[in-house]
């Protein structure tokens, strides 16, 4: 450890006796937990050290002492070397009166001049100055009583008798915060010709900053009353012009029109409550302890560390009603302050609305179609809670998702939050992207029943109290993971190096706006995946979900179960991707204590069995990691009718395929990165024997279908096979129909019928296979892709590529696939598959692909393989 005063050891504390005796009271009431836990490490060995604090207090001191002792530091309480100071502590303000007195200010320029005069004359003398941060109680525990929770760390500088108070209740959760030391000679050699006098004031005012810097990240933003906030919303320019207008429009009263959106912003606004957020807190966890077994945190240190200086929007995935009650728990639990969270005013029940107000959630109608008024008033309510620098979270999927997918984002929170920065752009705004990991879900069976067609349940009170039975169950473990933060600087600088000219304008709508919000959507979706958090179920569900009975032995799974862990382990999708660290039979263990299967016991060996309700739920968990899987599941679905196939030929038809993975995945590469990808994983397969290259690594070849490689890569290929088939559903729809036939909507609707049919038919264990939004997604990307476009009468047209999809179908579909879908879809005049003929031209890149491949394989044996007329692709006959 360092040492850090001018001798080798830390000197002893010349404290009275008083206040070392005083300190050996305390000690059995006092606790302390240090930030960081080493500070020394902080520190310049041989440089005099002088503490400066945010409040004078006894108290506050002899904490400090018992810090430093513990920590191996310099006593506070000793005098400064080469100076006339007998310690080496200052506050910057002090706090007076026993019972709930007034605080009283002192000017910590007297100190602070006495330690600047300390250093003239000698160009090589320094003092490090340390802030230090003490909060006592900022988060009663579990074992905290209630009347601790009134005496817990705020913003109020209180007597010295709520100051005893809040020692004897929460001594036992003190937290110290050393701050990063501050050159003092650095400070004075940068101030140049600046006067001692305006130096002591410009350092003391810096001091004051950082300490509420510090205090916020802590226990949250110093909110004034909520009435404060709603009175700025209703006197700022844009809502007191939309006030006039809306009077003027309806002939009514300015006053009349003043009380509406008057009542418009205490709709929305939220009453943040200091006291209610630790009350429960404390309340949650009990809850939690008796809901999951653990709660896990990765990557939390990196956004903690990113956040300081940013107004932080976080924006979780939305899987579950526990999402927002997770996350602002574990925040702070953690020493982070609990964001303000964007609610559906669905969820303002009394009782339940008043008490999540209070815990930071502000409300907002799931449309602002027709109201203008309302939608000027939310704008600046969000705005003035940017400019204030507090903390916020929605989010961007509109809603929770029913399928385990990520959803396609909904842009209008993203709008209004950069134009709210736009406008004021004090504090820069990050973006911290969380993804959320359950192994059970407490909505689980009433999404099913959403999918199905069942309408969703409106949320209220009773209902509330009738959903309490799914407390009884336990749901395992809960994983939130922090992914790569997002700046929106950057984002701007790149669209506009002029974009703070837009600021000047609050109701400007810059045309690169829609292009920055877009790319901010879809990169917070993506780093979402990226910092996916695999666990037991979700590889169960990979595995399981791809048999047709749903059934594995168990030696076939346990040998899946291992590849997958590997194939994740030696590519890893991100470097914030994390995976479970159970074996594969603990893996199977853990699935049949949570449920999931169940083992039917058989002389040749165990069955591993998901029932079909289970399977069903089970998809959900499968669909949260798809993403993780997607090359390496393309690389097995071009082996599920073929034998053999050209390496070139998997890479060519990846990038067809590739814009519409990733618009439905949101996969993080371009096309040469996904191409890379997909070597990548042919790599691995050869490696691991389930392919086998020939020609120099031009040619891929599996084993027969009987064997276990070929067993392997078809479960992998499966998790992706739903995918394709949906896809054929929508181009053979519109091919069979014709161009100028059919609308966007009406081919959305022909594409889920065709779905559901075949969902029935199949007994698919699926129900998202029919998901419409699905459907309406892949249909964008056509669209984006200028493959389909509506004509001057609202019809869909198509470009030709959408027959040679069609034909590049084959290599993945089968034939009993291909026609079933083609019977069931409507429209046409019969089943018969679009044929694209074969172009006259031979030097086409399909056929030289077909003509190298034909070449490389003249002599193999008749009975093994024919070429087809699909490019570069070689398919065995029926043998397997």
């Not at 530091?73 to 007998?86: A, C, V, Y």
């Not at 802590?218 to 007191?240: F, K, M």
């Not at 927002?324 to 339940?352: C, K, R, T």
């Not at 992998?716 to 069979?736: D, N, W």
Request: aromatic share 8%; hydrophobic share 40%.
């Amino acid at each position: 450890m360092p040492n850090m005063s001018t001798t080798d050891t830390p000197a002893r504390s010349r404290a009275p006796w008083w206040f070392n005796l005083a300190g050996q009271l305390l000690e059995p009431w006092v606790r302390i937990r240090r930030d960081p836990a080493e500070p020394a490490a902080l520190l310049q060995a041989g440089v005099p050290v002088c503490y400066v604090i945010e409040r004078d207090g006894f108290s506050d001191g002899l904490i400090l002492q018992r810090a430093c002792r513990e920590a191996g530091l310099p006593s506070p309480m000793q005098p400064l070397t080469g100076t006339r100071r007998k310690r080496s502590v200052f506050a910057l303000a002090r706090r007076d009166g026993w019972l709930f007195g007034r605080n009283r200010q002192r000017s910590p320029n007297e100190p602070l001049g006495q330690l600047v005069r300390s250093l003239e004359g000698d160009p090589e003398r320094d003092i490090q100055i340390v802030p230090v941060s003490i909060y006592v109680g900022r988060a009663p525990t579990r074992e905290s009583g209630w009347f601790s929770v009134l005496f817990s760390e705020n913003w109020v500088v209180v007597g010295r008798f709520r100051r005893m108070l809040a020692l004897l209740l929460n001594g036992r959760d003190t937290v110290v915060h050393f701050s990063t030391p501050v050159s003092l000679r650095t400070v004075v050699n940068e101030a140049g010709e600046i006067r001692p006098e305006r130096l002591t004031r410009k350092i003391a005012r810096v001091l004051r900053t950082h300490f509420r810097r510090i205090r916020a990240a802590v226990i949250g933003p110093d909110l004034s009353h909520r009435r404060t906030v709603v009175d700025a919303v209703l006197n700022a320019e844009p809502v007191r012009t939309a006030i006039a207008a809306v009077a003027a429009k309806e002939n009514i009263s300015h006053a009349k029109a003043w009380r509406r959106a008057h009542d418009m912003v205490m709709e929305i606004a939220a009453d943040y409550s200091h006291p209610v957020v630790r009350s429960v807190s404390f309340l949650l966890s009990n809850f939690w302890n008796k809901l999951y077994d653990g709660i896990a945190m990765h990557h939390f240190e990196q956004a903690r560390a990113a956040a300081p200086g940013h107004e932080v929007v976080y924006v979780p995935c939305h899987r579950s009603h526990a999402d927002y009650l997770l996350l602002s728990y574990q925040l702070h639990m953690s020493g982070v302050v609990v964001p303000h969270i964007a609610a559906g005013v669905n969820l303002n029940l009394p009782v339940i609305g008043p008490i999540l107000r209070r815990g930071g959630a502000f409300f907002l109608r799931r449309s602002f179609k027709g109201n203008a008024l309302y939608s000027v008033v939310f704008n600046e309510y969000l705005a003035q809670l940017i400019d204030r620098g507090v903390p916020i979270e929605y989010f961007i999927e509109g809603g929770r998702s029913r399928t385990g997918r990520l959803l396609a984002p909904r842009a209008g929170m993203l709008v209004m939050t950069v134009r709210a920065f736009l406008r004021a752009p004090r504090r820069p705004v990050l973006f911290q992207p969380v993804y959320i990991g359950y192994e059970k879900l407490m909505e689980g069976k009433s999404y099913i029943g959403e999918l199905s067609g069942k309408p969703k349940e409106k949320e209220s009170l009773l209902g509330l109290l009738r959903g309490l039975k799914v407390l009884r169950q336990r749901y395992g473990h809960v994983a939130l993971s922090f992914g790569e933060p997002i700046e929106l600087n950057p984002l701007l600088d790149a669209a506009s190096p002029d974009w703070r000219a837009a600021s000047a304008d609050p109701d400007a709508k810059p045309e690169w706006l829609g292009r920055v919000v877009d790319e901010l959507a879809e990169r917070i979706q993506v780093n979402i995946n990226r910092a996916a958090d695999v666990n037991p179920i979700n590889l169960l569900a990979l595995a399981l979900l791809a048999t047709p009975k749903h059934a594995m032995a168990e030696n076939d799974l346990l040998a899946q179960l291992e590849l997958m862990k590997s194939l994740l382990a030696e590519l890893p999708y991100s470097d914030r991707m994390t995976l479970t660290s159970m074996d594969p039979p603990g893996i199977i263990a853990y699935g049949e204590q949570m449920g999931w299967i169940r083992r039917v016991r058989h002389s040749l060996g165990d069955v591993l069995v998901t029932e079909d309700e289970q399977a069903v739920l089970l998809s959900y968990f499968r669909n949260n990691v798809l993403h993780l899987t997607a090359t390496a599941a393309w690389v097995a679905c071009c082996f599920l009718n073929n034998r053999r196939m050209s390496r070139a030929s998997v890479l060519r038809l990846g990038r067809i395929i590739y814009p519409f993975i990733q618009g439905e995945l949101f996969l993080p590469w371009d096309a040469e990165g996904f191409c890379h990808q997909l070597q990548s994983t042919i790599d691995f397969f050869v490696r691991r024997g389930l392919l086998e290259a020939t020609g120099e690594g031009r040619v891929l070849e599996r084993g027969p279908g009987q064997d276990d490689a070929a067993f392997q890569l078809k479960i992998i290929a499966r998790s992706l096979i739903q995918a394709f088939e949906r896809y054929y559903i929508t181009i053979a729809a519109l091919v069979k129909n014709g161009p100028h036939t059919m609308t966007g909507a009406e081919l959305e609707n022909a594409c889920t019928l065709t779905a559901q049919r075949l969902s029935l038919l199949n007994e698919l264990s699926a129900p998202e296979f029919f998901d419409k939004a699905l459907f309406r997604g892949f249909i964008q990307k056509l669209r984006e892709s200028r493959i389909v476009w509506t004509d001057d009468a609202g019809k869909l047209d198509y470009d030709h590529a959408l027959e040679d999809m069609v034909r590049d179908a084959r290599v993945i579909l089968s034939r009993e696939v291909r026609h079933s879908i083609l019977k069931i879809t409507p429209g046409g005049d019969g089943e018969r598959e679009p044929e694209k003929p074969v172009p006259a031209d031979a030097t086409s890149e399909a056929l030289h692909e077909r003509h190298v491949a034909t070449e490389h394989h003249a002599h193999a044996p008749a009975e093994m393989t024919t070429v087809t007329e699909d490019a570069g692709v070689e398919e065995s006959r029926k043998d397997d």
